[in-house]
């Protein structure tokens, strides 16, 4: 009755996991807040959260305007554990796991992960 129609595999999704990467979305505070009733601070997390984006956001745009200007490259952001290509099949751009994850999981050595909390 309280599952809401969910699966057991559904209902434990987002439930914690020990040892993975600091980005790991089941550890966004917020999410964690309002999975624990504190809806008011919650709201409030997200609103950090989302304002720390814009401003990572609004600093990459400068500095590939600064790299514009200059003449120089500008590569972006690039993802850690995944990278973009051309699905053979398609013709569609797809996100394509390029390893390290599981390396970095074993060794708990998370130092190439950015701080997005």
Wanted: contains cysteine.
């Amino acid at each position: 009755e309280n599952m809401y129609f969910f699966s057991h595999l559904a209902l434990t999704l987002n439930e914690p996991e020990e040892r993975v990467a600091p980005t790991d979305s089941r550890l966004r505070p917020d999410q964690r807040l309002m999975e624990s009733g504190r809806w008011d601070e919650a709201n409030a997390e997200k609103q950090r959260l989302e304002e720390k984006q814009r401003a990572v956001r609004r600093r990459r745009e400068a500095e590939a305007a600064e790299a514009l200007e200059e003449g120089e490259d500008y590569e972006g952001y690039i993802p850690q554990w995944f990278e973009r290509k051309v699905d053979a099949v398609t013709g569609e751009l797809i996100c394509v796991y390029k390893g390290g994850y599981w390396e970095a999981k074993d060794r708990q050595d998370w130092s190439k992960c950015p701080d997005i909390f």
